[in-house]
């Protein structure tokens, strides 16, 4: 088997695999960042399902322009579940999603639908938004010392290797490895979200005990 099929081929099963944990997870906690997860994990895999079904069509713009909508629709969706994460309103995700929308489209007109020109500018722009939720995570997202760190880090680093995207993908030797390393990355974020998650809850449970526990006493005290 070609390499960069293997590596598509593992890009997809490991997206498909995060959206199904996810969404088992969200059926059992109901926590809605978890479902927003899984719904970016699900969008991500079908560029790579687009990209395989290429593989036998290269020339069909159709399954392009699926993939890059793809790519623009699961950044979306992690800036809204990087936000509910934080608790914050989803004021700036929905402009963030409008614009990029209104400029994908604007620049499918002038450049052509499908082409290079406009993926290029793509996964710029999802580069600079990974690089900007890395630092979020990093400096002001959730309370977890060990979930913020894995997920900021992943994140800045996997913007960084978005960004190189334009450089590095004419070179067909790298391609299977940029998969790769974007599979490990996605692998990494989960854990990261994962842990972040669970110690926030923990966190939650033991303030609402430590509240119960101030109640019961200052009770207790006023009965003695």
């Given at each position: 088997?070609?390499?960069?099929?293997?590596?598509?081929?593992?890009?997809?099963?490991?997206?498909?695999?995060?959206?199904?944990?996810?969404?088992?997870?969200?059926?059992?906690?109901?926590?809605?960042?978890?479902?927003?997860?899984?719904?970016?994990?699900?969008?991500?895999?079908?560029?790579?399902?687009?990209?395989?079904?290429q593989?036998?069509?290269?020339?069909h713009?159709?399954?392009?322009?699926?993939?890059?909508?793809?790519?623009?629709?699961?950044?979306?969706?992690?800036?809204?579940?990087s936000?509910?994460?934080?608790?914050?309103?989803?004021?700036?995700?929905?402009?963030?999603?409008?614009?990029?929308v209104?400029?994908?489209l604007?620049?499918?007109?002038?450049?052509?639908?499908?082409?290079?020109?406009?993926?290029?500018?793509?996964?710029?722009?999802?580069?600079?938004?990974?690089?900007?939720?890395?630092v979020?995570?990093?400096?002001?997202?959730?309370?977890?010392?060990?979930?913020r760190?894995?997920?900021?880090?992943?994140?800045?680093?996997?913007?960084?290797?978005?960004?190189?995207?334009?450089?590095?993908?004419?070179d067909?030797?790298?391609?299977?490895w940029?998969?790769?390393?974007?599979?490990?990355?996605?692998?990494?974020?989960?854990?990261?979200?994962?842990?972040?998650f669970?110690?926030?809850?923990?966190?939650?449970?033991?303030?609402?005990?430590?509240?119960?526990?101030?109640?019961f006493?200052n009770?207790?005290?006023?009965?003695?």
């Amino acid at each position: 088997m070609d390499l960069t099929l293997a590596a598509t081929i593992s890009s997809l099963s490991i997206s498909m695999i995060l959206a199904a944990v996810f969404a088992a997870l969200f059926s059992v906690e109901r926590g809605r960042n978890l479902g927003m997860w899984s719904l970016a994990w699900l969008i991500y895999a079908v560029r790579f399902f687009f990209e395989i079904l290429q593989a036998g069509h290269p020339t069909h713009p159709a399954f392009t322009v699926v993939r890059q909508l793809a790519v623009l629709a699961s950044t979306d969706v992690v800036i809204f579940a990087s936000y509910r994460v934080a608790n914050r309103p989803a004021g700036l995700p929905r402009i963030v999603a409008g614009a990029s929308v209104i400029l994908y489209l604007a620049g499918s007109i002038v450049a052509g639908f499908g082409t290079q020109a406009v993926t290029d500018a793509l996964f710029a722009f999802t580069g600079v938004v990974y690089l900007w939720l890395g630092v979020a995570y990093l400096t002001r997202i959730g309370r977890s010392p060990l979930g913020r760190p894995i997920t900021g880090i992943a994140l800045f680093v996997w913007g960084i290797h978005k960004l190189d995207y334009p450089v590095l993908s004419p070179d067909l030797g790298f391609v299977p490895w940029g998969y790769f390393l974007a599979s490990f990355l996605n692998l990494v974020v989960a854990i990261g979200i994962l842990i972040l998650f669970y110690e926030n809850v923990k966190d939650d449970l033991m303030e609402r005990e430590a509240k119960y526990r101030g109640v019961f006493n200052n009770h207790h005290t006023v009965m003695l």
